[in-house]
Nanobody
Framework: QVQLVESGGGLVQAGGSLRLSCAAPRSMFVINAMGWYRQAPGKQRDLVAT???????TYADSVKGRFTISRDNAKNTVYLQMNSLKPEDTAVYYC??????????????WGQGTLVTVSS
């Protein structure tokens, strides 16, 4: 199974910061867009941010100005820098990538999820 490996979640006070990381295996060459999603208790999974192969980014209105998505191509890793965190940011965050996997062709791959909890 090909899976993205996430890290960086945890407990933080409102106003604090966290940096999430999502690493793809070397067998996966990510093309087009990568994204971060989140799912809060009792709610659907929503898109948080995306980044294309050309570096263009999009953000949900709720995180604009606070979150920054970036990519380190050499490490095959995407990051989500989260600043000025609010309690409503509390959710399980999932990384998604679309790319060409060696010997398997085009695949959409998800991370296992990392929990972010923001206290008041």
């Amino acid at each position: 199974q090909v899976q993205l490996v996430e890290s960086g979640g945890g407990l933080v006070q409102a106003g604090g910061s966290l940096r999430l990381s999502c690493a793809a295996p070397r067998s996966m060459f990510v093309i087009n867009a990568m994204g971060w999603y989140r799912q809060a208790p009792g709610k659907q999974r929503d898109l948080v941010a995306t980044i294309t192969s050309g570096g263009s980014t999009t953000y949900a209105d709720s995180v604009k100005g606070r979150f920054t998505i970036s990519r380190d191509n050499a490490k095959n890793t995407v990051y989500l820098q989260m600043n000025s965190l609010k309690p409503e940011d509390t959710a399980v965050y999932y990384c998604n990538a679309q790319g060409l996997v060696t010997g398997a062709g085009w695949r959409e791959v998800w991370g296992q999820g990392t929990l972010v909890t923001v206290s008041s």
